[in-house]
């Protein structure tokens, strides 16, 4: 079992490494946003991404949902609303994966209309986890 110590330097051991990366890519820019996401630490997976953002290099799709999932975990609708902003700023197509994350996100914040707008836009294109995404964004609103 691994305990939330270990964890935590394992994610700062991550970071070290990253860090001395010479050049950064795409790759290693999505490696270690999505060890942050995925290990607890959102915040700084979001601060990552802004570093990412002023250091020029450019996130693809991957990158872009993993912070989108960081956003949904901050549990602030604030900021993730600011987040879509950005990403309509940038002229971001995101593809099935991508609204996906977005329409998560919405559920997740209580933005019905929102995710139901995203859903819709999916068309045939829905599986089981958007449906269930959806039935979710529904099922906070009844509760």
């Known amino acids: 079992m691994v305990t939330g110590y270990a964890r935590m330097k394992d994610l700062e051991n991550a970071r070290r490494y990253f860090d001395n990366i010479p050049e950064k890519n795409v790759v290693s820019w999505n490696a270690m946003l999505s060890a942050y996401a995925q290990n607890g630490s959102?915040?700084?997976?979001?601060?990552?991404?802004?570093?990412?953002?002023?250091?020029?290099?450019?996130?693809?799709?991957?990158?872009?949902?993993?912070?989108?999932?960081?956003?949904?975990?901050?549990?602030?609708?604030?900021?993730?609303?600011?987040?879509?902003?950005?990403?309509?700023?940038?002229?971001?197509?995101?593809?099935y994966f991508g609204k996906t994350a977005v329409l998560d996100m919405y559920a997740k914040h209580g933005s019905v209309k929102s995710a139901r707008e995203v859903f819709d836009e999916l068309g045939v294109y829905k599986s089981s986890g958007t449906r269930n995404a959806m039935i979710s964004a529904y099922a906070r609103v009844w509760n």
Not at 63 to 85: K, M, P, R, V
């Open 42 to 95: 959102p915040e700084e997976a979001l601060r990552l991404f802004d570093g990412m953002m002023d250091s020029g290099d450019k996130p693809n799709e991957t990158t872009w949902a993993i912070a989108i999932s960081a956003y949904s975990s901050c549990g602030n609708s604030s900021i993730a609303g600011l987040f879509i902003q950005k990403l309509n700023q940038k002229r971001m197509h995101l593809s």
